[in-house]
């Protein structure tokens, strides 16, 4: 297991498990769009669904990021390619809908939010996540580096979708960290190695600090998860 899975540095597995809960909380057999599917990642934890996966079906993979290559994307497989604020399904389609890390690849999220909105059915729920801070990646489709917690209070009520919980994903601390380990991997390996034995203290102080200690910090996170529903 590589470092950056271990707390605090739980970025994608928090996510990845947020995500998999939601989806394993709907009733057998209803509908489910996956926006922005991408590689299909969650097809798996939708068997017991009528699973829908749609994509813009552009991006390949492959460029540099930070220290590493991007892997190789299909999205091509996606049931549904299509521009994502122009799904070609009537009003009221689904049951439910997720979209993951999508909308920081978007030119126009608020288009894309009221067009989820428009194919949930009444009475449906919805899951979004995306950066509150986030590195350049999947470029070029890249176009903010995250959203607010007052973001979606704003565009929901606009997208005619209440609101049931918005979670932050991490926190100040482990925000913090994240971009210490990053700085452990990135460079040559006596530059790893230098940079590890330099910031390990630190970020065993951070553990503790997020750990035992309640200190006020500024609002600060990975990402938020934010569960919608459509009034009836």
């Known amino acids: 297991m590589k470092i950056h899975q271990f707390w605090p540095l739980s970025n994608e597995s928090n996510r990845h498990c947020a995500v998999r809960r939601w989806l394993a909380s ?11 599917a991408g590689i ?6 939708a068997s017991h669904l009528n699973y829908v996966s749609q994509d813009f079906g552009d991006y390949k993979g492959g460029e540099d990021f930070g220290d590493r290559s991007a892997p190789a994307w299909d999205a091509a497989r996606c049931d549904i390619l299509c521009d994502i604020t122009a799904i070609p399904v009537g009003d009221g389609h689904f049951d439910y809908v997720f979209c993951t890390e999508v909308f920081e690849h978007l030119t126009d999220p608020q288009l894309a939010l009221r067009e989820l909105s428009r194919v949930l059915k009444p009475g449906g729920r919805m899951l ?45 601390f482990s925000d913090i960290a994240q971009e210490l380990v990053r700085i452990i991997r990135i460079g040559p390996l006596w530059q790893s190695v230098c940079a590890g034995v330099l910031t390990l203290p630190l970020l065993l102080y951070l553990y503790v600090l997020q750990r035992w200690f309640k200190i006020r910090t500024p609002e600060s996170c990975w ?10």
Do not use: M
């Open 223 to 232: 990402g938020y998860h934010v569960y919608l529903s459509k009034p009836v």
């Open 40 to 45: 299909q990642r969650y097809r798996p934890d």
């Open 26 to 36: 709907l009733p057998a057999e209803a509908t489910v769009l996956d926006a922005g």
């Open 128 to 172: 979004l996540t995306a950066p509150f801070r986030a590195l350049y990646h999947q470029e070029p489709y890249f176009y903010t580096s995250g959203f607010s917690r007052y973001w979606y209070q704003h565009h929901a009520h606009r997208c005619g979708l209440l609101i049931e919980a918005i979670e932050p994903n991490g926190s100040y």
